[in-house]
């Protein structure tokens, strides 16, 4: 029911966007869409380079009281939770705005080791729309994963946590259990907004935590989170330089899985992908290359797309080597990751008892908890953040993106393509890296920015190599490259 085949066919010329579906990827899909028709009508004003509005990196941010939140937002215990947990874990929301009554909801665990001197890592999920806490924390990287009863959790061996403390966001409001009390604004929802509410979120979510005021910080996240990971940390960068500001945030490296950077780029390297791989004909592929221009495409190159498309055929595209969910029990049974994870989770996160466990607020939300939200609207997504990504990189912090290897959503020849159009120099040439006495991926470094892919991973790479992205994480935040030999 929420996992269906998925390949982004752009055909301009009929306004059409061949797309399937599960729930995490529900937003990515309508987004696509509404960029499609946004060409279509030549209605560009939403579209370039993303660009605070002016004054805004500059404009003074709502500071809220947090006297004694902490202490109310620690989590006694989820429901099911396995035996033997031994870190704090804790959930409830941050006001952004409290004219409008907006609030955004976090959930957050400390390492069981180490927690007073780990670093501080934020964790987003993209879509634009779905929640870093039913996919990031749930299905990826958090300390649980949810069993097939919907009802009880199961610990990760590989849980990001091991490494860092790490504070999963869902935002915008209107996605999972964030939310307004203005209703219109979960129709202004956007770029520009995510970066500006989300920076709220940080500097009062360290007055209430004050003991990470100083800590290494460092954003991480994946798939459209390729905007905003970038638009925060430049947005973190501008409001550091202002002396008054009460919580300057320490803000170390950004790091993005399957990265949505680039709009040309993600296009055509989708169907290279889809060719390397041998999932469409040669035929479809030489028309491709004579008649596409991904920047503008045009008729003639939609045919070729669509006849591409058909020839891929039903394949799960954010792993195109793993089972559906409605495939069959056996087929289900021999894969690493359960592909009817998603099912879990939407069932365990709408029981009242975890819900009242986790202090979220269901009764003003017009909506169950959903892990893409359908109640947002997208009023402004710039064609590429490259250039923020490049003003990033000339700054000290760390920049980072990784790919695993099997998605064909945002492929790794995407981000291969982005990486050529910043044209950065190599520093350290192409390597295998290891995990676990096994080539866990190939990394080269560039002048401040580290790309790495991790062999096997779908888009959700700590869903499906759990071992190799701890890896790749723990080097990231060490300012290491990944282990060069076993």
């Known amino acids: 029911m929420r996992s269906t085949a998925l390949l982004a066919l752009l055909l301009v010329a009929q306004s059409v966007v061949y797309i399937g579906a599960n729930r995490n990827s529900n937003s990515l899909d309508q987004f696509l869409k509404d960029k499609i028709s946004d060409v279509v009508s030549k209605d560009r004003q939403s579209l370039g380079s993303f660009r605070l509005q002016s004054g805004e990196a500059y404009s003074s941010v709502y ?9 109310a ?15 704090d874990q804790y959930s409830g929301y941050v006001t952004v705005d409290p004219d409008h009554g907006r609030a955004l909801f976090y959930y957050f665990v400390e390492s069981p080791q180490n927690a007073s001197t780990n670093p501080l890592v934020l964790w987003l999920n993209g879509g634009p729309g779905c929640s870093s806490l039913g996919a990031g924390a749930m299905m990826e990287l958090g300390p649980f994963r949810v069993n ?15 490494a860092a403390n790490v504070i999963f966001l869902e935002s915008p409001a209107g996605v999972g259990f964030s939310y307004s009390n203005t209703t219109s604004d979960y ?17 009062n979510w360290l007055e209430r935590f004050p003991q990470y005021k100083s800590r290494d910080f460092f954003i991480t996240g994946e798939s459209y989170a390729g905007h ?16 008054n500001q009460t919580v300057l945030i320490n803000l170390r490296g950004i790091a ?25 004909s040669d035929e479809a592929y030489e028309g491709i290359q004579k008649f596409c221009n991904f920047a503008n495409i045009s008729s003639e190159c939609g045919t070729y797309l669509n006849q591409a498309a058909g020839e891929v055929g039903p394949v799960y595209s954010y792993n195109i080597y793993a089972p559906f969910c409605d495939s069959p029990a056996s087929s289900r049974a021999a894969a690493e990751f359960d592909p009817c994870s998603e099912n879990y989770i939407y069932a365990y996160l709408n029981l009242p008892e975890v819900q009242k466990a986790l202090h979220a607020n269901v009764t003003g939300l017009p909506y169950p908890w959903e892990d893409c939200s359908s109640n947002i609207s997208w009023r402004d997504r710039p064609e590429t953040v490259l250039p923020v990504i490049q003003e990033l990189m000339a700054t000290e912090i760390k920049v980072w993106l990784y790919s ?3 998605d064909g959503v945002v492929p790794v020849t995407a981000t291969k393509l982005a990486i050529e159009k910043l044209k950065p120099p190599v520093k350290t040439a ?18 401040n920015l580290t790309f790495v892919t991790v062999r096997g991973a779908g888009h959700f790479v700590p869903s499906y190599q759990p071992a190799r992205a701890l890896t790749l994480l723990s080097s990231f935040l060490e300012g290491k490259l990944p282990p060069a030999n076993p």
């Not at 899985?257 to 041998?278: L, M, S």
């Open 63 to 71: 500071m809220g009281r947090q006297d004694g939140l902490m202490e």
């Open 73 to 87: 937002d620690k989590i006694e215990v989820l429901p099911g939770q396995p035996d033997g947990v031994n870190f």
């Open 148 to 162: 097939s009863d919907g009802k009880s959790l199961y610990g990760n061996d590989y849980a990001w946590n091991n």
């Open 187 to 203: 129709d202004q929802s956007g770029d520009n907004r995510t970066a500006i509410d989300t920076y709220t979120f940080l500097v």
């Open 228 to 243: 905003y990971v970038p638009q925060l940390a430049q947005l973190i960068l501008q409001k550091n330089k202002i002396t």
């Open 256 to 280: 993005i899985g399957n990265a949505y950077v680039d709009d040309e780029t993600n296009n055509q390297g989708q169907f290279e992908f889809y060719w390397e791989r041998a999932l469409y």
């Open 404 to 406: 695993g290897d099997v």
């Open 430 to 447: 192409w390597y295998p890296w290891f995990s676990q006495e096994e080539v866990g991926g190939y990394v080269v470094g560039y002048d």
